[in-house]
């Protein structure tokens, strides 16, 4: 009984419950892509049987004049709509908390949908307030995995920028104002019900915007490649967990993803009314937000929380400066992975070793990032050396990423890493 208990039953026991034999997929529940699209909202919604919705933004993208474009769609499809335009960079559980409100005071009970139009802040808005209005809760329930009491109200995302891919993921990142710590709400009930993606509306994106977007894009495209295997994570298969390793399908999207942005971000950055290029970044970042939303991402993303809230810097430019150092330290466990990166991003590696492609593949991350003009390293956004020991201590609490990450990590792992990204 011993050797068969041994034999047969442990083996059993850890395929059933530690190895995860399977991935899963799942997107937004529809994507239309195209130049112009943005001018077909009212008749999509109007298909959708949409009669009222609240859209949420801020002051700039009405000012772009970008709001009126949705507003005559909308109205030329008899669709009530109210806007909020209290969104903001960095967005709050305040700014969710007043996006509630102008809904409570203008429906009379709730709206058919909520339309998030901007970048990343503005979408991950709209998500929770979705949430909170449909569940009549409050966004400091809605943090961490799994929370949301069950479906929501449709979330119809238009991004404005190409990076977040916040259209086609089911995360919303919000500061939590109690604990002033910038926290997660991760749940398949805010996946968007349409992403809208119209790369017209990223033609009026400033040079600055592109760049640390299109970095973000780059990010979630590598840090989706390089993770661990789906197979490899040690976490029970009937578990749900929002980054659970990549996958064949993630691969292929990351893969494109780093194709498109490697031969296109300079030209969006340098040449804004370059349609051709907005329309590669536009699918690029849609791409690799299907990519990690269904595999993860890790250290430049755990990082980047603690380098935003000690600089106030964008997600985007946080992550830039992180990419290169991070991939320094995944080289030697994903060697194989960064020489085919290497050649996604048009490096000459035919004939030379993977480790001398690897090198070659990180080299062309930091020669893009330097192109377009972000700064060198942290010290230049204001991180001292002094703080890298409390920041890399406090990285090690973000365990949904740092879980993922294909070479295992320590407080000491990310201060080598943040040292190496001064
Ligand atoms: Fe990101």
């Known amino acids: 009984l011993t050797l068969s208990?041994?034999?047969?039953?442990?083996?059993?026991?850890?395929?059933?419950?530690?190895?995860?034999?399977?991935?899963?997929?799942?997107?937004?529940?529809?994507?239309?892509?195209?130049?112009?699209?943005?001018?077909?909202?009212?008749?999509?919604?109007?298909l959708r049987k949409i009669k009222q919705a609240l859209i949420v933004t801020d002051a700039p993208i009405v000012k772009a004049g970008i709001i009126d474009v949705?507003?005559?769609?909308?109205?030329?499809?008899?669709?009530?709509?109210?806007?909020?335009d209290g969104g903001a960079p960095e967005p709050s559980t305040d700014i969710v908390n007043n996006a509630v409100d102008t809904a409570r005071e203008v429906f009379a009970s709730l709206p058919d949908a909520v339309i998030g139009i901007g970048g990343g802040s503005n979408l991950d808005v709209s998500k929770v307030t979705a949430a909170v209005l449909t569940h009549n809760t409050s966004p400091f329930d809605l943090f961490g995995e799994d929370k949301v009491a069950g479906?929501?109200?449709?979330?119809?995302?238009?991004?404005?920028?190409?990076?977040?891919?916040?259209?086609?993921?089911?995360?919303?990142?919000?500061?939590d104002v109690n604990k002033k710590l910038k926290l997660?709400?991760?749940?398949?009930?805010?996946?968007?019900?349409?992403?809208?993606?119209?790369?017209?509306?990223?033609v009026s994106c400033p040079a600055k915007v592109t760049a640390e977007s299109g970095m973000d894009a780059l990010t979630h495209a590598v840090e989706a490649y390089t993770l661990i295997e789906h197979h490899a994570l040690p976490i029970p298969s009937d578990m749900r967990v929002a980054f659970p390793g990549k996958n064949p399908l993630s691969d292929v999207l990351a893969m494109r993803a780093i194709q498109l942005i490697a031969a296109?971000?300079?030209?969006?950055?340098?040449q804004p009314h370059h349609i051709e290029a907005r329309e590669a970044m536009s699918l690029a970042a849609l791409l690799a937000g299907m990519a990690f939303s269904n595999s993860g991402v890790s250290s430049v993303h755990a990082l980047q929380y603690l380098v935003g809230q000690y600089t106030h810097t964008s997600h985007g430019l946080g992550n830039a400066i992180l990419l290169p150092a991070v991939c320094d330290y995944l080289m030697p466990a994903q060697t194989r992975e960064f020489a085919e990166i290497a050649?996604?991003?048009?490096?000459?590696?035919?004939?030379?070793?993977?480790?001398?492609?690897?090198?070659?593949?990180?080299?062309?991350?930091?020669q893009i990032k330097q192109d377009i003009g972000i700064p060198h390293?942290?010290?230049?956004?204001?991180?001292?050396?002094?703080?890298?020991?409390?920041m890399a201590q406090a990285t090690m609490r973000y365990q949904r990423l740092t879980r993922v990450s294909a070479r295992p990590l320590s407080a000491e792992a990310f201060e080598w890493i943040l040292h190496k990204a001064m």
Do not use: H
């Not at 899963?24 to 109007?46: C, D, P, Y």
């Not at 009930?189 to 509306?201: E, G, H």
């Open 343 to 366: 050649e996604w991003m048009g490096e000459k590696t035919k004939g030379i070793s993977d480790r001398d492609a690897a090198m070659w593949g990180i080299e062309a991350i930091r």
């Open 70 to 84: 949705i507003r005559d769609s909308l109205k030329s499809a008899d669709i009530q709509c109210e806007v909020f």
């Open 184 to 202: 997660a709400v991760s749940s398949p009930f805010i996946m968007p019900r349409l992403a809208l993606v119209d790369p017209m509306l990223t």
């Open 5 to 46: 208990f041994i034999n047969d039953i442990v083996p059993a026991l850890f395929i059933t419950f530690i190895m995860r034999t399977y991935w899963k997929f799942s997107t937004s529940g529809e994507v239309i892509f195209g130049k112009n699209t943005a001018q077909s909202v009212g008749n999509e919604l109007r």
């Open 264 to 270: 296109n971000l300079r030209t969006a950055v340098y």
């Open 377 to 390: 390293g942290l010290g230049d956004i204001g991180i001292k050396e002094s703080d890298i020991p409390d």
């Open 151 to 175: 479906a929501c109200i449709p979330v119809i995302a238009i991004p404005t920028t190409a990076g977040t891919g916040s259209e086609t993921t089911p995360i919303a990142v919000i500061e």
